[in-house]
């Protein structure tokens, strides 16, 4: 399987633990993405890394939050001091920078499901 | 503040007929707008991209139109299957000369076909 890698699925945690998940995406893309979702709501934007830069990051992204993409290939989040509120899907993406406008498709991991307790 | 919305409520429809969703915006300027598809527990597949200078877009059973006047778009599915059934979201996104690379989604609508 060739697409976006999430890991790992699921993840449960206790409150005010530290978690961290890894996203490995489609290989020859140099864009990655990350993104949160809870029930009923669509993603939302966290922070995007073009090859191993982060160029911009949400005010969602609290500095709790942390993610990197060292080499520009895999990417890791991490959340430290979990809070119940934190409980959602993380959702990965990538996409290739394409020339001029290009269309910034993004292909989607199946994401990591955090519940917080 | 910028908004998105599509129809709250789940959209049931009978095998057959055509599926139509809508995605309005407000307080957003996009240089394309792109339609995923979502099933449960799984990640958005993107489905078709339509850029601001376009009215309409096609893929086999798949429509969609985009009116950045009355700031809206719709999706449309012909000859709809119960594999259709799924949650559809629309993504907003301003290009290379603002905002950045990101997409904004709304809140998706739940589509259900039935026999």
């Known amino acids: 399987d060739t697409g976006v890698s999430q890991n790992p699925r699921h993840k449960i945690t206790k409150r005010g633990q530290n978690v961290t998940f890894r996203c490995d995406p489609i290989?020859?893309?140099?864009?990655l993405y990350w993104y949160r979702q809870t029930l009923g709501q669509g993603p939302e934007f966290l922070t995007y890394?073009?090859?191993?830069?982060?160029?911009?990051k949400s005010r969602l992204l609290s500095d709790r939050f942390s993610a990197e993409r060292p080499k520009g290939s895999f990417s890791t989040l991490e959340i430290q001091r979990t809070e119940q509120g934190d409980s959602a899907m993380y959702l990965c993406?990538?996409?290739?920078?394409?020339?001029?406008?290009?269309?910034?498709?993004?292909?989607f991991g199946a994401g990591t499901r955090l519940s917080v307790l | 503040s910028q908004k998105i919305e599509q129809n709250s409520e789940a959209l049931n429809i009978q095998e057959g007929k055509t599926a139509t969703l809508t995605c309005n915006y407000t307080?957003?300027?996009?240089?394309?707008l792109q339609w995923y598809r979502q099933d449960p527990g799984r990640g958005p597949v993107f489905l078709l991209l339509?850029?601001?200078?376009?009215k309409e877009k096609r893929k086999e059973r798949l429509k969609v139109t985009f009116d950045t006047t009355l700031k809206q778009s719709l999706f449309h599915i012909t000859a709809s299957q119960p594999a259709d059934s799924a949650t559809y979201l629309c993504a907003l996104g301003r290009g290379l000369t603002g905002g950045g690379n990101k997409l904004t989604f709304g809140t998706g609508t739940q589509l259900k076909v039935e026999l």
């Open positions: 339509i850029r601001e200078n376009e």
């Open positions: 890394f073009q090859n191993e830069a982060q160029l911009e």
């Open positions: 993406a990538s996409s290739l920078k394409p020339p001029g406008q290009g269309k910034n498709i993004q292909y």
């Open positions: 307080n957003y300027s996009p240089a394309y």
């Open positions: 290989s020859e893309h140099n864009r």
